[in-house]
């Protein structure tokens, strides 16, 4: 699907600006160092989908760096409900979209009790072609030798734009296949997540995923998990090491843009033949995913 060539506006730091003009000053230190709070969502039917649950991991993550002076949880749901009216005919022409809100502490040279965090909401193209190709062909995944960071550097379960390991890992992946995207490891060599999903596999019908403490707070896994409870399917989470993914009997992935896809390779390994597997059919074919 092509993006619209209409313009958006975006909100940054307070005002309603062209989204062209969103520029982060190269004195910010989510430029400088690259601490920047990012929280992703998408709509469904054109609504927000599961706003709470993202706001309650974007707060999280912005304690877990101690970014104070940010818009309340009332404040952020009456920015996002205007920045959807006034891109409307954006929203339009593209259907469901995707939603950015990001922070950073602000700029360099001031003393922490003076720092003015920047803000950021945007809206973002969703790739509907590639989504349906992702869940209907399914998605190539490259275990790779790329660690996770430690917890003691700072949380897995916040989401934050510091994501050299995932571009590695990417790297690493696309040199075998350039559709793959890089599965990352852990220091005991099990697996954690991707640069754009979490995941789990299917053995014998029921779903095992990485230890929580692994992996970040993933929205789309949540959700998965919901469904998965609904429909009386056993879910556990424990260390996977990668031959158990290789020889699993489907490869499930969780992710903002597409909700949930599913792996049609690892490696050299082919995935339930390459086609989609009846638990991630049950999965994909829930309501919930109608908004």
Request: charged share 20%.
């Amino acid at each position: 699907m092509a993006t619209s060539p209409l313009s958006r506006i975006s909100f940054f730091s307070g005002n309603w600006i062209e989204h062209d003009r969103m520029v982060v000053s190269i004195d910010d230190i989510g430029f400088r160092q690259s601490v920047t709070v990012v929280e992703r969502l998408r709509t469904y039917n054109q609504r927000p989908f599961q706003f709470e649950a993202h706001w309650k991991r974007w707060q999280s993550s912005l304690d877990a760096l101690a970014i104070d002076d940010t818009p309340t949880r009332e404040a952020m749901t009456s920015i996002t409900d205007e920045l959807l009216h006034r891109n409307r005919d954006w929203v339009n022409s593209n259907g469901d979209v995707g939603i950015t809100w990001f922070a950073t502490p602000g700029l360099m040279g001031t003393s922490p009790h003076e720092r003015v965090p920047t803000i950021g909401i945007h809206l973002n193209p969703i790739d509907h072609d590639r989504n349906v190709a992702k869940q209907t062909i399914g998605q190539p995944l490259v275990i790779t030798s790329v660690r996770q960071q430690p917890d003691d550097a700072w949380p897995r379960a916040i989401k934050v734009r510091c994501r050299l390991h995932y571009f590695r890992a990417d790297q690493m992946a696309q040199a075998v296949d350039p559709h793959a995207v890089g599965v990352l490891i852990d220091d005991d060599g099990s697996v954690t997540d991707t640069s754009i999903a979490n995941l789990a596999i299917v053995e014998g019908g029921s779903i095992v995923s990485p230890e929580a403490d692994q992996v970040l707070a993933s929205v789309s896994q949540a959700v998965v998990e919901q469904i998965a409870h609904e429909f009386n399917i056993a879910w556990r989470k424990e260390r996977v090491r990668p031959d158990r993914i290789t020889q699993a009997d489907e490869v499930l992935l969780m992710g903002t843009d597409c909700g949930v896809w599913f792996a049609n390779r690892v490696g050299t390994a082919d995935i339930h033949g390459r086609r989609p597997g009846p638990v991630f059919q049950r999965i994909s074919n829930h309501s919930i995913w109608n908004g």
